[in-house]
């Protein structure tokens, strides 16, 4: 996925103001003709579609693993399975042939915690330019300011 925000900003500027042609900046800069055209459509580099995973050997544990996920969120911090924990559980206790990244890939996927969060605010962050960013982030550190008071 081509995430370049500067040149992609330069490239839309020079073909929709300029007049440049796009079979022009397609030799100039190397970039394919689908990407130009995908620059013209969109005014920012758009975040990659989240492929949906399909768990067929996980299929028939997907229930424990919610529930246990689910008991984690009232267990106090030390008291809480790790994805390894659960993975083991699921081994030993029901019988799942499948591999420890799998169970990790779907417990991420349900698991609401902060770090998911922050995942995604910089993968946001990412598409933006940088004074649109630290605008952002000036915004978000104000508002959760007046929460905390």
Not at 14 to 29: C, M
Not at 92 to 109: I, P
Request: glycine share 4%; with cysteine.
């Amino acid at each position: 996925m081509y995430r370049d925000v500067v040149q992609w900003s330069k490239i839309r500027n020079r073909i929709l103001v300029k007049g440049i042609s796009r079979r022009q900046i397609v030799r100039e800069t190397g970039i394919s003709s689908k990407t130009v055209s995908k620059m013209l459509v969109h005014t920012h580099p758009q975040l990659p579609a989240r492929r949906k995973r399909n768990y067929s050997k996980l299929g028939p544990h997907t229930a424990s693993i919610q529930r246990m996920l689910q008991e984690n969120v009232i267990l106090p911090p030390r008291a809480k399975l790790s994805v390894r924990a659960i993975y083991q559980r699921l081994r030993d206790d029901e019988g799942f042939s499948g591999g420890y990244n799998t169970v990790a890939d779907y417990a991420r996927s349900m698991s609401r915690d902060e770090d998911c969060i922050w995942e995604n605010v910089y993968d946001v962050l990412m598409t933006l330019d940088k004074k649109r960013a630290i605008d952002f982030l000036s915004l978000a550190g104000s508002s959760s300011q007046r929460i905390i008071e």
